[in-house]
């Protein structure tokens, strides 16, 4: 395994362990034995390896070319797009059957971004319609299933899911359950409510939603014009941080953006864990309601048991 | 009149849609361009493809902040946006944008004046309140074919720049309300902000019209639209006047409707009716900022200056509007009011009248009647713009030189005017000498022919000293003479003849 995240990977693609074409590959088989998640609207199997043969021709060059440099960090790398980022040639439906066949004659900013990279387009992830929706349930193309939904319902054999199975969360269902099931290393998400850091939690993934003004929103099919922004998923913190730092910055095509500061910080991969602090909410009157107080408290009981007790004053 | 026949008073508002004269549109990079092939000047923003964002065009606003200040308006330093819906094949994002709430400029005054009084020869001065402009998007172009049932779309005019200029109804006519408008376009035309042509839709006017008893509540008003000139908007005008009025002494209510003006009738028929008062749901455009205008010397520190506009550099970019023009005229060559707002008028006259008096020695109270007498109704005959006259600004300046030099009496020299207007490569010179249209001015000569036509007029010698007969001798002569008789010797030859 190359690693689950995009920097190790890609020090892999430099380092020449591994092809982008192998990597595409190997990502492409992974959402064939994934799909009955229904992660996937389209799968662009064809654009991709075109894609990764071309990064791949671009980095054999290098033993002969001293001026060549990957394009960037996410050179090789393949990530997915939730369906309602407009990629160009490739179908953008929102999960609705009244863009059905509509294929975009432009890339939307932020994923040009990741192609300028040179990172490696899978696919465009499920979503509820329009992004209107916190389940992906409610999709033209049927739901999205939670990778770990087999941990909810208890033991099924992982190939297949019947009808019991857990929400991945939304509406950027699909690009959480593809990042949490292995079959890219980054997808793009929207967020206008919640809709990348519900599904983000609900699958186990990192999801960040960055502040407005700070992703371009040009090509992305707006929910809710004066909310929504571009969310990022992946499977570390430092790698969300990568791809916030390419992606942010103003564009002259969205109005709306502002210009922010560079990040200003290293994050490390590992987690030394003696140095952490949690903060978690107190159970309230919300959990009470719901009826859920204690499945909430025997469940952060259960994660604090895990951690060092010294840590975590958990009464 | 009918106005006092029927003791009512009419209220006449307009508002005007000017297209704004720039490379791109308001909110999008695609070509502004009358008559290109049919969506060809489209970008994915005029589509209104899912994904794509406004962006403002800021030779747009500098458009509209120069309009507003050459039509006196109190500038907003902060205007913001807003989405105005409604369906229309035409309108592909189903909303125009618009500025509702707080629009660029307000409470102007647009001051005009129209020939008047018993000779039409009067400058009347009038002024109208202008309420707001505001900047917004056109819509596209529905084309109907009957024959197929179907609507054909042209987008090329949809996110094209429009000023619209809202004016209260302080006009009582559709003469003022075309003289007005005419005013309205010459500013719009010598800022350059619009082109200000009606009949390619660049220039939009829709009237709104009532009438009321003096003293008694304003009545309701209809809505005139479909006019595509200035003539067309005076009778327009004047016809749903006339209507509305006929319709109250009949006992009839007036409708809150819109018509539409047919220029073949002239008169106003309803217009098919829009499923009542629109909702227009307006709501703030989300991806617009507010638009901020800034004086030179309090612009905030970090601001890119490509993204600024100054609105005193704009002012400071004003040209001579017409009423100023029409003043320094009249103040600099001593013309007078009513010829100076003629020059104004007409597109290029007064270019052409300054450009004559700086190359003659003819004093300009005499190019003026050469002027808006002799070139323009030559013009006006076969239609014509100044632009085309058939005798250049040079020819005539040359011909009135020879009259000043007494190379030729004035009224040969209407004569070879209009020669040369049928033969404008030859100089004034030439037909002179060809025609044989040179002064006669030797004296043996002319005392011969005067001698002749008094014998042949003998009943009227008989009165003597009588000013009808020597003028009408002076006829003859110049009749015979073909009018190259240099009249002061003349006169003074018959004046002999006839007192002796």
């Known amino acids: 395994r190359s690693g689950r995240s995009p920097r190790r990977v890609s020090k892999a693609l430099r380092e020449g362990r591994v092809s982008a074409t192998d990597l595409c590959r190997k990502c492409l088989q992974r959402i064939r034995e994934t799909h009955y998640l229904n992660a996937y609207i389209s799968v662009t199997e064809e654009l991709a390896m075109q894609q990764a043969e071309r990064r791949r021709k671009l980095r054999l060059l290098r033993g002969y070319t001293f001026m060549w440099e990957p394009r960037g960090i996410l050179d090789g790398v393949p990530f997915s797009v939730k369906d309602n980022f407009c990629t160009q040639g490739v179908e953008t439906t929102c999960a609705s059957l009244m863009l059905k066949g509509y294929t975009p004659p432009f890339n939307a900013t932020v994923v040009q971004k990741l192609l300028d990279q040179g990172a490696v387009l899978l696919g465009k992830t499920n979503l509820d319609e329009f992004a209107m929706g916190s389940g ?47 079959s890219c290393y980054l997808s793009l998400g929207s967020d206008t409510g919640g809709s990348t850091r519900n599904p983000g939690a609900l699958c186990g993934v990192v999801a960040l939603k960055p502040t407005y003004g700070v992703l371009s929103r040009h090509g992305l099919i707006p929910l809710v014009n004066s909310m929504d922004v571009p969310g990022i998923l992946t499977r570390r ?25 560079a990040l200003d910080c290293a994050l490390t991969e590992e987690l030394d864990l003696t140095r952490i602090t949690v903060g978690i909410p107190q159970v309230t009157d919300w959990f009470q309601d719901a009826g859920q107080e204690v499945v909430v408290s025997s469940a952060l009981a259960g994660t604090a048991g895990g951690l060092p007790s010294d840590l975590f004053p958990w009464r | 009149m009918r106005l006092l026949i029927h003791m009512k008073s009419s ?34 923003f005029d589509a209104s493809l899912p994904g794509t964002l406004p962006v403002l065009n800021r030779r747009c606003v500098e458009a509209a902040v120069m309009t507003g200040l050459a039509l ?53 001065s009038k002024s109208i309140r202008i309420k707001q402009i505001q900047l917004e998007q056109d819509s596209g172009k529905s084309l109907h074919d009957e024959h197929q049932s179907q609507t054909l779309i042209d987008l090329n005019r949809a996110g094209v720049g429009l000023m619209e200029l809202v ?77 509305q009025m006929e319709l109250l002494e009949q006992g009839g209510v007036v409708q809150n409707e819109t018509r539409a003006f047919d220029q073949k009738t002239g008169l106003t028929i309803p217009m098919r009716d829009k499923e009542g008062l629109q909702d227009y749901r307006f709501m703030p455009e989300p991806n617009l900022p507010p638009l901020l205008l800034y004086v030179s010397g309090r612009v905030p520190a970090g601001l890119d200056p ?113 020669e040369l207007w049928k033969n404008p490569e030859k100089g004034a010179e030439k037909i002179i000498q060809e025609q ?29 000293k009588n000013v009808i007969v020597l003028n009408k001798l002076m006829g003859q002569v110049q009749k015979e003479t073909k009018g190259r008789a240099d009249p002061v010797q003349v006169r003074a030859i018959l004046q002999e003849l006839t007192s002796s």
């Open chain 2, 306 to 418: 490509s993204q600024v506009v100054l609105v005193d550099r704009v002012k400071a970019l004003l040209p001579e509007l017409p009423g100023v023009r029409r003043e320094r005229l009249v103040e600099e060559y001593g013309i007078l009011p009513e010829h100076s707002y003629t020059l104004v008028n007409e597109d290029g006259l007064a270019d052409y009248f300054e450009t004559v008096v700086k190359a003659t020695k003819a004093e300009p109270r005499k190019v003026i009647g050469w002027v808006v007498k002799e070139l323009l109704s030559n013009l006006n005959q076969q239609n014509l713009k100044v632009n085309q006259s058939l005798v250049a600004a040079r020819a005539l300046a040359e011909l009135l030189d020879l009259l000043e030099t007494g190379h030729v009496s004035s009224t040969a020299a209407k004569v070879v005017f209009q």
């Open chain 2, 11 to 44: 209220l006449v508002g307009l508002e005007v849609h000017a297209q704004i004269n720039s490379t791109s549109k308001l909110f999008s990079g695609s070509q502004v361009s009358f008559s290109s092939p049919p969506n060809s000047r489209v970008s994915y």
């Open chain 2, 167 to 243: 004016m209260e109804p302080d006009m009582s006519c559709g003469e003022e309300a075309a003289a007005a408008v005419r005013e309205l376009q010459l500013i719009l035309q010598a800022l350059g902000t619009c082109q200000g042509n009606m009949s390619e839709g660049q220039l939009r006017v829709d009237a709104n019209v009532s009438v009321h008893r003096p003293g008694e509540p304003l009545g309701v008003r209809t809505e005139v639209k479909n006019i595509n000139s200035i003539r067309h908007l005076a009778r327009a005008i004047d016809h749903e006047i006339q209507r």
């Open chain 2, 72 to 124: 006196n308006c109190t500038i907003n330093m902060k205007s913001l946006f807003d989405r105005k819906h409604y369906f229309y094949a035409d309108m592909p994002a189903g909303y125009q944008i618009t500025q509702q709430r707080l629009p660029i400029a307000v409470s102007g005054l647009l001051i005009y004046s129209h020939l008047g009084g018993p000779k039409r020869n009067q400058v009347i």
């Open chain 1, 136 to 182: 992906s349930t409610d999709s033209s193309f049927g739901p999205v299933r939670n990778p770990w939904s087999e941990a909810v319902t208890g033991g099924r054999s992982s190939t297949e899911l019947g009808s019991d199975w857990a929400i991945a969360g939304g509406s950027s269902g699909g690009s959480a359950a593809a990042v949490a099931s292995l």
């Open chain 1, 237 to 261: 913190v430092c790698d969300a941080a990568i791809v916030l730092d390419i992606l942010r910055g103003p564009d002259e095509r969205d109005s709306t953006t502002v210009p922010s500061p």
């Open chain 2, 436 to 464: 044989n249209l040179g002064l006669m001015s030797d004296a043996a000569t002319l005392q011969i022919i005067c001698q002749k036509v008094v014998e042949s007029h003998p009943e009227e010698v008989d009165i003597p």
